[in-house]
């Protein structure tokens, strides 16, 4: 099984261009969750998706949107990149419960200049 | 806002020292987990606790959730190169609508051989 996976690896773009992360999960999980990593500040939860159909906002939303295409797939997008942007983006799953056990993707480097 | 406060920030030490990390909340957590991530990569679940005072072994890491579920540490036994990483504590708030994690900004373990 691949777990999670995520595309592209690394992305350069240029200030006010758009862009969509993509992400997918084979392990049959609920609920999945966007993350950006900052020198110094951890992994602070961008947004999530609970259960299929449904998004909410984490700590950091603004300059994002999200969309759960189906079970397998959560994608974000950024309409219009800014420099404060640039990050590691990563993707997680989740089965429901308490225990919130948390599966990562690789990481997406963005460099927004 | 709930916040996660790891410590130490970054650590080196010798091959065979032992060392403990802190994560600390004044929010109380339905799990607390350890993730480690090296370079490049998503971070990997290490282990969940669930219940106030519980601990767990994972060979030479121990790891103890607070009485409260408001804190927990790690504790490795005789370091090795190995272990260098960045290891990361997350804090499960989880009931209704809500169900994420909420990561502490991290320690950045060095074992020199």
């Known amino acids: 099984n691949a777990g999670v996976t995520q595309t592209p690896k690394f992305q350069v773009l240029k200030t006010g261009q758009s862009m969509t992360l993509q992400c997918a999960q084979d392990?049959?999980?609920?609920?999945m969750y966007w993350y950006r990593q900052d020198p110094g500040m951890g992994l602070r939860l961008i947004y999530y998706?609970?259960?299929?159909?449904?998004?909410d906002k984490g700590e950091v939303p603004n300059g994002y949107n999200v969309s759960r295409l189906n079970k397998r797939e959560f994608s974000l997008r950024l309409e219009s990149a800014a420099p404060s942007q640039t990050s590691v983006y990563f993707c997680?799953?989740?089965?429901?419960?308490?225990?919130?056990?948390?599966?990562f993707g690789p990481g997406t480097r963005l460099t927004v200049t | 806002t709930q916040l996660l406060e790891q410590s130490p920030q970054f650590l080196s030490i010798q091959e065979g020292e032992n060392l403990t990390v802190y994560c600390n909340s004044s929010s109380v957590f339905s799990s607390l987990q350890w993730y480690r991530q090296e370079p490049g990569e998503g971070p990997v679940l290490l282990v969940t606790?669930?219940?106030?005072?519980e601990v767990k072994k994972l060979k030479r890491l121990t790891f103890q959730f607070g009485d409260a579920r408001k804190d927990s540490s790690l504790h490795i036994t005789a370091a090795q190169p190995g272990d260098t990483g960045l290891y990361l504590c997350a804090g499960g708030l989880y009931g209704g609508a809500t169900n994420k994690l909420i990561f502490g900004t991290g320690t950045l373990l060095a074992v020199q051989p």
């Open positions: 997680a799953s989740s089965f429901p419960g308490a225990r919130l056990e948390q599966y």
């Open positions: 392990m049959n999980h609920n609920s």
């Open positions: 998706s609970a259960s299929e159909g449904t998004t």
């Open positions: 606790v669930v219940t106030g005072g």
